[in-house]
């Protein structure tokens, strides 16, 4: 089932997430070129784990080098995120949408919180958990089972934990 945010999106870039959906680890740089979106890996202010803006004709990611690189998959999703929903808030201000560790950017909370759920089901697509869950590991979730997950989907533990967690609210 689509979340509230996929379902808002124009049904083009839709169509451009939903062809790489189906495999893990999902292949961000993909989706991003498709999307028109350049990713940088720079060295950010600490504290500040990625920004998109605006940049000549196009959009840049820039996410934070010093950052574990599951860390660095969800910021890249999370601002993937933004560019589709929150597009017209990146084109008001020069610098953009600028995250912090936390995923807050100054925006109101229910941007970021947006921005968060269409990061999660384009990096974890609920499906693909479902389905890694059952066959790999017997639907069965343990501590183990929560790390294979999250080394298969190039995620954190943490990224995981909140996933499987909200299967477990939709249930």
Known sequence: MASREMRRLQADERAILERHLSEYPVKLGQIARELGVT???????????????????????????????????????????????????????????????????????????????????IVMPMELVEKALRDEFSGVVMDATIEGLAARFQVSKAAMEIRLSTFADAA
């Open 39 to 121: 990713i940088k890996v720079s060295s950010l202010h600490t504290g500040v784990s990625g920004q998109i803006k605006r940049e000549g004709d196009g959009y840049v990611i820039r996410v934070n080098r010093h950052e574990a690189r599951e860390r660095q998959r969800f910021t890249i999703a999370h601002e993937l995120s933004h560019f589709l929903l929150h597009r017209h808030i990146i084109d008001s201000t020069p610098e953009g949408i600028k995250d912090n560790v936390l995923y807050r950017s100054g925006a109101p909370e229910r941007i970021e919180f947006e921005a968060n759920r269409l990061a999660a089901d």
